[in-house]
Every structure is written in C-alpha cells, then in structure tokens.
C-alpha cells in the first residue's frame, strides 16, 4: 500500500553533480524517517544518508561533505544531491523509508533502485 518512486540517476563524470529524489505515495500517515542506500559492483549494500523525523541527519564516512540528503514533508519526498561525484560513488542507490501507515503501525519501504555512473 505504500510504494518508493525513485528518480536522477544517470551518467556523470567525477567531479560533477547529481540529484536523486524518491517520492513515497500510498497510505502514508508520517514518515518517520528516509534514507539512501547503494551496492556497487562487488560489494554489500551500505547506507548513503539518512534523515530522521525530528531533523536529525547521518552521513557514511565516504560521502561527509560531499552529499546532502533532505526531506520535503509535503510531498513525501527524500532527496540527495550529490556533488564532487567520485568514480568510487558508482552504484544503484535505493531509497529507503520508515512510514507511519496507520496510528500503530509502521511499514519500511524499499525503492527500485536508480543507476549511478561516474566517469574518470
């Protein structure tokens, strides 16, 4: 009943910039929080960035100072600009929420995936 529509993603070279949005429709009460996730090639899915109800954000390691993530409650959308892409950020993010579906109960949603590609 509650569905993840990502879109952004495409072909860019390093140093460039990308923004990721995903918009979360259906029976939607609150959100309690959204975030990014990617895999690349070889290796596990990790978390990119989350944004928690109540403002709160958290960042890998890898990407500190180079992506934002932000949330735009009245359209239930996350979004997360990317910028100084590096060639190591190549990977299929999917967006990920926590939704407040009912006054007690709480759905997480996963995203289809989106394609990011960096160039050297």
């Known amino acids: 009943q509650v569905q993840l529509v990502e879109s952004g993603g495409g072909l860019v070279q390093a140093g460039g910039s990308l923004s990721l949005s995903c918009a979360a429709s259906g029976s939607i009460v609150g959100i309690n929080q959204m975030g990014w996730y990617r895999q690349a090639p070889g290796k596990l899915r990790e978390l990119v960035a989350v944004?928690?109800?109540?403002?709160?954000?958290n960042y890998a390691d890898s990407v500190k100072g180079r992506f934002t993530i932000s949330i735009d409650n009245t359209k239930n959308t996350v979004y997360l600009q990317m910028n100084s892409l590096k060639v190591e950020d190549t990977a299929v993010y999917y967006c990920?929420?926590?939704?407040?579906?009912?006054?007690?109960?709480?759905?997480?949603?996963w995203g289809q995936g989106t394609q990011v590609t960096v160039s050297s």
């Open positions: 990920h929420a926590n939704i407040l579906t009912s006054w007690v109960s709480t759905n997480d949603v």
């Open positions: 944004s928690m109800r109540g403002g709160l954000t």
